[in-house]
Structures are given as C-alpha cells and as structure tokens.
C-alpha cells in the first residue's frame, strides 16, 4: 500500500519547456487535488477532481491543465512553463470532499529557469 | 477573496512547554477545520482535525479549541517534544466541498 506516488521527485525546465506531473493513488479515494506551495503562502489549489471523469479550477488554475485519467490517476501539465511556476508541487487524495481526511504524495520541486 | 490568517509566522518553545498555534478564518460554507503537520522534504499529514459540534477535541498532547463566534480556532501542544518541531498548517472549507483554504504555515522549532 503505496499511498499516494508521485513522479518526477524533481525536475528542472527552461521558460516555455512542457512537462507533466503524474500522481496515483491506491486507496480507492474518488477526490483528488494540486496543490502548489511557496514559501510564506501555505498550499494553494490548482485544480480538483471530485470523482473520476470531473475536474475543477481551484484558487490558481491559470498555466496549468489536468487530467483525471482513471479512478487512481490525476495527471497536472505545465504547457508552456514559466520562472512563476517554479514550486513544490503535491498531489493529494481523499475519499470523497474536504470534510474527509487528505493524504498527501511526497511533492515534486519544481525549478523553471 | 475568503482567507484563512494563521499566527504566528514562526515559534521556539522549550522541551516541556506549551505550543499554541491561531486561525482566523471568514465565513465557510460547514464547519470542518483541519489541522496539518509537515516536516522537511515530507508532503503535510492530517493531525487533527474539528466539527464544531463541539467546542474542543483532544487527541494525546494536541488540542484543537474553537470559537464559533470569533471565528477563530487554535491547536495547543502540550508537553512539546523535539520531535514536534514541524510545519503546521491550518485549514477551513471554501464554499464547495472540494476545497480547503489553507493558513500560510506556522514554523514550530521545539529547543531541548
């Protein structure tokens, strides 16, 4: 029982490079989520997914796009990727809504250059 | 745009003593208020969290109070252990169930 994985751990990309973050889960969870976080502001939602086949703008989904692949997978991508964007990025599951407990994968650190 | 205002920013307490960490929060659509711990290189974990049908909820050394009318909530660590030194974010509802608004981050350093 894995949690909830992500890939890459690290990534480094020059302005205007593309990439996508993975995340799985094994937990059966439906909701997962992206959060970005920056020194000093806590975690800001990118995108959400209630349940399998929805997906949802959170508090910063501008540069970024998602895709709830299957139950188990939510996938985030940086188009066209910008110094702003540079970030640890987590992934995160929980059964359903926020009022459930959220499990958290161990983060990708982001460095655009 | 709602906002959640933790403090403070940052704390040292010794061995021993009491840790005590504050929200603000503005108006949620329910009442559910998390609270996280993360430690260096980690993702944030849930430590405790509240349905204010109650005013206080206790698990081990951790403590989380709130007040409705204030719109305020806090956790107290007692008897704070090195190993206690950590990240701790709050959090409270937005206005749809599928979203969290999270404190800034309080930097907790626990002195032997």
């Known amino acids: 029982n894995a949690g909830v994985t992500q890939t890459p751990k690290f990534q480094v990309l020059k302005t205007g490079q593309s990439m996508t973050l993975q995340c799985a889960q094994d937990?059966?969870?439906?909701?997962m989520y992206w959060y970005r976080q920056d020194p000093g502001m806590g975690l800001r939602l990118i995108y959400y997914?209630?349940?399998?086949?929805?997906?949802d703008k959170g508090e910063v989904p501008n540069g970024y796009n998602v895709s709830r692949l299957n139950k188990r997978e939510f996938s985030l991508r940086l188009e066209s990727a910008a110094p702003s964007q540079t970030s640890v990025y987590f992934c995160?599951?929980?059964?359903?809504?926020?009022?459930?407990?959220?499990?958290f994968g161990p983060g990708t650190r982001l460095t655009v250059l | 745009q709602q906002q959640v205002k933790q403090s403070p920013q940052s704390l040292i307490v010794q061995k021993g003593g009491i840790s005590i960490i504050n929200c603000a929060y503005e108006?949620?659509?329910?009442?559910?208020f998390p609270w996280y711990q993360q430690f260096p290189g980690k993702g944030p974990a849930l430590l405790i969290a509240?349905?204010?049908d109650v005013s206080e909820k206790k698990e081990g050394r951790f403590t989380i109070s709130f007040n409705k009318s204030a719109k305020q909530f806090s956790l107290h660590i007692m008897d704070s252990q090195p190993g206690d030194s950590a990240t701790y974010f709050c959090?409270?509802?937005?206005?749809?169930?599928?979203?969290?608004?999270w404190g800034a981050g309080t930097k907790l350093i626990i002195k032997p």
């Open positions: 937990m059966n969870h439906n909701s």
């Open positions: 997914s209630a349940s399998e086949g929805t997906t």
């Open positions: 108006n949620t659509a329910f009442d559910y």
């Open positions: 995160a599951s929980s059964r359903t809504g926020t009022s459930n407990e959220q499990f």
């Open positions: 959090a409270a509802p937005r206005d749809s169930n599928y979203q969290l608004i």
């Open positions: 509240i349905r204010p």
